[in-house]
């Protein structure tokens, strides 16, 4: 298969972002005013890509209502500042502009809030990388991959898949590139479980930004 791709699609978190650090902050002051102990690092680190209101409700047994409450004071802080946690990986900024300097199209698929993505975006002064952003709502809808790849592809009019590749760190950008038959990088420095990932069959496996730079440009 070419490694010649003219549109290339990323996921957020995990992918081009290490969001862990105002994601977890934001979910700990939530359980502080529910008086919820917390879990380990790794429990909260799930929080990490699904729904909220179905993480809340699965990981600490609430109810709807508490589980609403609890997502909104999440909100109340990631709104605040916890979205200033999120970090750019080192060497994604130069890959990004290396793409760009090749006339690649650029999208982001995401399962998280769009207008958070937005945010993260602009404080780093990343807004004019990407022809797409899809992401979900703030209502706690369950936005499948396959429909923020999909609006994405329509964005970028793609004409020919064989020339596009998703690019995430879990299984659901892996099979949701398979969805829509494009191709798929597997980046194993995101949020993902190794095995998974390799069970996923993506078309690309790396370790590495640099990995990955190799094989986008190469």
């Excluded at 919820?36 to 209502?65: C, H, M, N, R, V």
């Excluded at 703030?138 to 020339?163: F, W």
Aim: proline letters at 3%; a negative charge; charged letters at 25%.
């Amino acid at each position: 298969m070419s490694r010649s791709f003219s549109s290339v699609i990323f996921d957020f978190d995990g992918t081009l972002f290490d969001s862990r650090k105002g994601i977890i902050s934001s979910v700990k002051y939530a359980l502080d005013d529910m008086g919820i102990p917390y879990p380990s690092e790794d429990e909260l680190t799930a929080f990490i890509g699904p729904p909220l209101l179905w993480s809340f409700k699965k990981q600490f047994a609430l109810d709807e209502e508490e589980a609403k409450y609890a997502v909104s004071k999440l909100r109340e802080h990631y709104d605040a500042i916890g979205y200033l946690g999120s970090q750019a990986y080192a060497g994604m900024e130069s890959l990004i502009c290396a793409l760009k300097a090749k006339s690649c199209k650029l999208a982001i698929a995401t399962a998280k809030p769009t207008i958070y993505a937005e945010k993260i975006l602009v404080e780093n002064n990343w807004q004019t990388y990407f022809d797409s952003l899809r992401g979900s709502s703030l209502k706690g809808e369950l936005y499948p991959k396959e429909r923020t790849i999909g609006e994405a592809l329509e964005d970028l009019k793609v004409m020919n898949k064989e020339k596009v590749v998703m690019i995430g760190d879990t299984i659901y950008d892996i099979k949701g590139a398979q969805h829509h038959g494009i191709a798929s990088i597997a980046v194993n420095y995101g949020y993902g479980k190794t095995q998974d990932l390799k069970d996923s069959r993506p078309n690309y496996f790396v370790e590495s930004i640099g990995e990955l730079r190799e094989l986008l440009l190469s």
